[in-house]
């Protein structure tokens, strides 16, 4: 399936032949996806590494934390914590989410 959209060309891809300039174009897209695709993976392992760190200190998930350790904690730094943490799984779901859908779209 593929949406059209309207892209303002470089003169250079202007002037070449359609069947060339599309050529292009379509390598220049899988190029730009495969290369998006390793930066998403990049901030997956950065996200899922700081959430470990955390359930390593804390020896729970964040669920767990949130339900049983932080109404506990009453110091500056467990809730500077849990907000980092809350952070750090919110960049995980949302970049794992991207992730999944360019697998289901990419293959």
Known sequence: MTTPTTVDLPDILAAL??????SLIRAGMNLAIRA???EIEAELKEAMAQI?????QYHC??????EELLPKLDSLEAHEDYNDWFFWQS??????????????HVG
Do not use: G
């Open 17 to 22: 032949p359609e069947s060339e300039r599309e």
């Open 36 to 38: 998006r695709i390793q």
């Open 52 to 56: 470990q760190r955390y359930e390593t």
């Open 61 to 66: 998930s964040l669920r767990q934390f949130e």
């Open 91 to 104: 960049v995980y779901n949302e970049k794992q989410a991207l992730f999944q859908s360019f697998v289901r």
